[in-house]
């Protein structure tokens, strides 16, 4: 049993450990979301899986780490996640601003009776958000207009 426990650590250790590794290192070098944080917890949870089979083979004395290692990691994604759903949150209230403002918007032009009409109600809606440091939103269909002369 001992010798074919050899040949699965060994598997793990020269194939699996290696590919996540540089798998989030390369996430790491490309900036992506929240990629420092998986690194972090998944080197310390190797470095504790590595302690734990030194310890278990005899070749280093010294405590199972593997138990405090999984909290750091539950710890970990516990944080990453909350920070996405917080900044998920914040997206979807930005987006509800937004659509008020479109709705509010629309509306109002809508309402026009005719075309100058409206066209005096959209520039007025764009002269008022000038120079007020406001982002506009705006929502243009994509609608052919025959001009009769």
Request: with cysteine; net charge neutral; aromatic share 12%.
């Amino acid at each position: 049993m001992r010798f074919f426990l050899n040949y699965i650590l060994l598997y793990i250790y020269l194939t699996v450990v290696p590919c996540w590794f540089f798998l989030l290192l390369l996430a790491v070098i490309k900036k992506e979301k929240d990629a420092v944080g998986l690194f972090v917890s998944y080197v310390v949870i190797m470095i504790a899986n590595i302690n734990d089979t030194l310890v278990t083979f005899g070749m280093v004395d010294g405590s199972y780490q593997v138990p405090y290692s999984q909290i750091f990691l539950i710890f970990s994604h516990s944080i990453i996640i909350s920070k996405r759903y917080s900044n998920s949150l914040l997206a979807s209230e930005e987006l509800s601003i937004q659509m008020k403002q479109l709705v509010v918007s629309s509306q109002k032009i809508m309402s026009s009776k005719d075309d100058v009409d409206a066209a005096k109600s959209a520039l007025e809606i764009l002269t008022s958000k000038i120079g007020k440091g406001e982002t506009i939103y705006i929502y243009v269909t994509n609608q052919s207009i025959e001009i009769a002369e």
